[in-house]
C-alpha cells in the first residue's frame, strides 16, 4: 500500500519539545523529498519544512526558523520534525506529504498525504 504515517503529536506546554515522525511503506522513501504541513481551525493549510530526495537541502516557513529541525532517516523509511521552544501559535494538526522535489511540494497536487496528527500547546 501507499502510505504515510504521522506519529508523535500531542499535548505540550510552552516552551516544550515533540518529535513528530513521518513513517512511509509501498514506495521507496529516498526517490521523494517530503514536506511538513500544519493546519489550525479555520485557518489556511502552512507549509512547515521540506526535506529533498538526497537530504542536502531543507527549507522552512520563516514561522518555525531556529525552531524546528527537519530530518530524513532512509533506512528506517522515515522523515523526523523535532520542534522546540513550541508556543501555541504552533497548535494544528500536522501531516506530511511526498513528492519528486520540494519545489513541487509549494503548491502541492500530490497523492501521498499522511491522517495528521495533532499538536498542542497549552499551559
Known amino acids: 500500500q501507499l502510505q504515510l504515517v504521522e506519529s508523535g503529536g500531542g499535548l505540550v506546554q510552552p516552551g516544550g519539545s515533540l518529535r513528530l515522525s513521518c513513517a512511509a511503506s509501498?514506495?521507496?522513501?529516498?526517490?521523494?523529498?517530503i514536506a511538513w504541513f500544519r493546519q489550525a481551525p479555520g485557518k489556511e493549510r502552512e507549509g512547515v519544512a521540506c526535506?529533498?530526495?538526497?537530504?542536502?537541502?531543507?527549507n522552512y516557513a520563516d514561522s518555525v526558523k531556529g525552531r524546528f529541525t527537519i530530518s530524513r532517516d532512509n533506512a528506517k523509511k522515515t522523515v523526523y520534525l523535532q520542534m522546540n521552544s513550541l508556543d501555541p501559535g504552533d497548535t494544528a494538526v500536522y501531516y506530511c506529504?511526498?513528492?519528486?522535489?520540494?519545489?513541487?511540494?509549494?503548491?502541492?497536487?500530490?497523492?501521498?498525504w499522511g491522517q495528521g496528527t495533532q499538536v498542542t500547546v497549552s499551559s
Open positions: 509501498g514506495f521507496t522513501l529516498n526517490s521523494y523529498a
Open positions: 526535506i529533498s530526495y538526497s537530504g542536502i537541502s531543507t
Open positions: 506529504a511526498a513528492d519528486s522535489s520540494c519545489r513541487r511540494l509549494r503548491t502541492p497536487t500530490t497523492d501521498y
